[in-house]
């Protein structure tokens, strides 16, 4: 049988909803009038514009339900159709030009069901135009079909009346196998789906966060779909469900299907060819071109898809770019990057500033026996060429992991790290420190260029690009005990002792002149296997981590030098004796403690909207560089053991001209790595001549990272020398 219906032509432009479907008193036109008021000096047409629009080879079921204004011309409109009721705004005899792209303003060649009109619209070829709003100065050329269904959602995860809840659009985040699924809607922030979904046994908070979601939108069916002032829109096979912002530019797309997408005139989002779009809400000032497909999906603002990425099951945070692979199940933090065609990333969360190589596969399982697992990584994740993970695993805070088939599940603990295969021996290398050690310029060069990147006009969210930040400094004091307790129980390995006495025993050991250049240091927890583990780097990177806590809380509580003994005696009158905890939340950094405040705030129907929700990050965002603050004179206090009382003004004279000697030691290092690409014999093989060179790749001292390095070091010293003399 058919799944054809049949109808009464002249109920063509009626019936939008169905009549088992209309609330009490509800009309189909309800919400349309809503969404589009009836204006005043819309008027029926006269005979006269009648028979123009015959003459013009327009038709129409009942000409007395097209409405115009007196700024009407029949003239420009030629060739159309109409069913139901369609209102139309004012004409001009002009024509709209979009890069070069010139049509005359009216109705042109188009079938048009139940639609609204703005003022000077320029509608050309599109054969199927129903239940749409467009607003004024809109382009429509070229186009098969535009239409909206009476239970259009547009992107949201909301159900309309007589729907069955089997048919929700949820996002299934972070996992393959749905358990942490949330419902998108229009206005998500990446920290509400990452709360959504973590908690997934908390029935209280979950049932809380649905009902706040079900909230924000009516059941009821009969929206129309919107196209806002400025749009462009042409050469386009099928637009269906839609809401489309103001100076959009969409071209050549295949399918947009149940999408809702911001655009600004400031910052405009641009969708081009080959694109299929469905069950998804993208954020303005994105650009999506050249085949992408993403379907159930969030992109939040200033993000990128291109060249045939797939994007599914998936939140894309701001100021991200995505080419070429595929993303599945994943909630990746903003400023995530991943361009090449060869790497895959399924069911992880990846915490921002990451970036994924070529050949990488951060992939599910599909031989295991449990269902797929899940890959959390902390800030600055960096899987290497051709590194293969399994799930379960879990990362710190800016691990790079070299090529290889990582057989086995990780739990990598230490922080700038870099993780390979020892081949030869069987067993996994682990270098603490490794990004300071060995490749500053990369690492001090992200904060800058992820700021820069950020493009956000209302950053209401304060995201943390620095490389040392709560997170990854508390990182820092766990790595700090685990090298501890694992030089003890390698020197001592006859011995059996406490982990607290061997985290003493492992600081004697490190801060003596103990020779444990021929020690062993294996770790345990750190690989779902048999082989061994290996620590290198011991003593360096014990030092080194040290020495960043203190660089750390230095650059903080100096911040504002004209302060800072203001800041130094209130911060000593608060009377901090521990370091917290912190949480990454979308980007955000915030207080663990307070993290727990509003999820307690939640499920005690003390917060009951999103909005509110979203005023909590706000705040927490304005109050966050206190925060920040006490962490950093609590880190202080702790890595100089000083649990009896406060610094005294000999210590503070060390810890600020320590930290301007470490401020040294960061710029050097930043020229000394970037300067061995140009010492290289090999990287100057390719080239004829040094000046050649120079043409191609650019000369060192010009380099404008380097320099901008060596004009903060200056300004670094300054401000220390500043709060030197304070202390004098």
Not at 134 to 150: F, G, H, P, Q, R
Not at 379 to 400: I, Q
Request: proline letters at 2%; charged letters at 25%.
């Amino acid at each position: 049988m058919s799944n054809l219906r049949k109808g009464n032509l002249a109920g063509l432009g009626y019936h939008f909803i169905k009549q088992e479907h209309l609330f009490e008193g509800q009309s189909e036109f309800e919400i349309r009038f809503q969404q589009s008021p009836i204006a005043a000096s819309f008027r029926p047409l006269t005979g006269e514009e009648i028979d123009v629009l015959k003459a013009n080879a327009n038709v129409a079921d009942d000409w007395a339900n097209i409405l115009v204004t007196d700024r009407f011309i029949p003239q420009q409109i030629q060739n159309c159709k109409f069913y139901g009721l369609n209102r139309i705004g004012d004409m001009e005899p002009i024509y709209l030009e979009y890069r070069d792209f010139r049509l005359p303003v009216g109705l042109y060649n188009s079938t048009i069901i139940s639609c609204d009109f703005g003022n000077l619209v320029a509608v050309h070829e599109v054969r199927y135009l129903a239940h749409f709003i467009i607003k004024d100065e809109v382009i429509l050329a070229n186009i098969n079909e535009m239409e909206t269904s009476s239970k259009a959602k547009f992107g949201n995860g909301i159900l309309r009346v007589g729907e069955d809840p089997e048919v929700r659009i949820a996002l299934e985040l972070c996992n393959e196998n749905g358990g942490r699924q949330v419902w998108p809607f229009d206005g998500m922030l990446l920290s509400d789906a990452y709360i959504w979904s973590r908690h997934r046994h908390d029935r209280i908070l979950q049932a809380k966060l649905e009902r706040m979601t079900t909230a924000l939108y009516s059941t009821k069916r009969g929206t129309y779909s919107v196209v806002e002032d400025g749009v462009v829109i042409k050469n386009c096979q099928v637009i269906k469900d839609v809401m489309i912002g103001k100076c959009a530019y969409i071209k050549g797309v295949n399918k947009l299907k149940n999408v809702t997408i911001h655009s600004s005139e400031q910052d405009p989002t641009q969708i081009g060819e080959g694109c299929e779009l469905v069950n998804g809400i993208i954020g303005e000032g994105c650009r999506i071109f050249y085949g992408v497909k993403a379907v159930r999906f969030i992109l939040a603002a200033h993000s990128q898809l291109k060249y045939g990425a797939r994007l599914i099951n998936s939140f894309l945070g701001e100021n991200s770019t995505i080419s070429c692979c595929e993303v599945l199940n994943s909630l990746l933090f903003p400023a995530h990057e991943q361009h090449h065609n060869n790497s895959f990333l399924s069911a992880s969360l990846i915490q921002g500033q990451s970036n994924m190589a070529a050949g990488a596969t951060v992939g599910s399982n599909h031989n295991s026996r449990a269902p797929d697992g899940e890959i959390v990584a902390g800030r600055g994740f960096w899987p290497g060429l051709c590194v293969s993970l399994k799930h379960n695993s879990r990362f710190a805070s800016y691990t790079l992991i070299v090529k290889g088939d990582f057989l086995y599940e990780m739990d990598i603990r230490i922080p700038f790290s870099l993780v390979s295969n020892d081949m030869s021996t069987d067993r996994l290398l682990i270098v603490p420190g490794y990004w300071f050690l060995y490749n500053m310029y990369a690492l001090a060069r992200n904060p800058s260029k992820y700021a820069k990147r950020d493009k956000r006009r209302q950053k209401q969210q304060y995201y943390e690009y620095d490389i040392l930040a709560p997170d990854t400094v508390n990182e820092l004091f766990d790595a700090l005990k685990i090298i501890k307790v694992a030089v003890a129980k390698a020197y001592y390995s006859e011995e059996s002792f406490s982990e607290e006495l061997a985290e003493k025993k492992g600081r004697v050991l490190l801060e003596s002149d103990t020779d444990l250049s021929t020690v062993e240091v294996l770790l345990t927890g750190f690989e779902n296997s048999k082989r061994k583990v290996q620590l290198l780097k011991v003593r360096k990177s014990y030092v080194l981590f040290k020495q960043l806590i203190r660089y750390y809380a230095a650059s903080v509580l100096t911040a504002s030098p004209d302060r800072f003994m203001q800041t130094v005696d209130e911060l000593k009158s608060r009377n901090i004796t521990k370091r917290e905890n912190w949480k990454n939340i979308g980007g955000q950094l915030i207080l663990t403690r307070k993290y727990q405040d509003l999820i307690e705030l939640l499920k005690a129907d003390g917060i009951n909207e999103w909005s509110e929700v979203h005023d909590f990050y706000y705040r927490q965002s304005q109050s966050y560089h206190d925060d920040k603050l006490i962490h950093a004179y609590a880190s202080l206090l702790e890595i100089m053991e000083m649990d009896r009382g406060p610094l005294d003004v000999s210590q503070w004279r060390g810890i600020i001209d320590e930290a301007v000697e470490t401020k040294k030691w960061i710029t050097d290092e930043i020229y000394r790595t970037r300067a061995k690409d140009y010492q290289n014999e090999f990287r100057h093989m390719v080239y004829e001549s040094a000046e050649e060179m120079e043409k191609v790749v650019g000369k060192l001292e010009d380099n404008d990272f380097i320099n901008q390095q060596n004009e903060e070091l200056l300004q670094f010293r300054d401000r220390m020398f500043a709060i030197r003399k304070q202390l004098d």
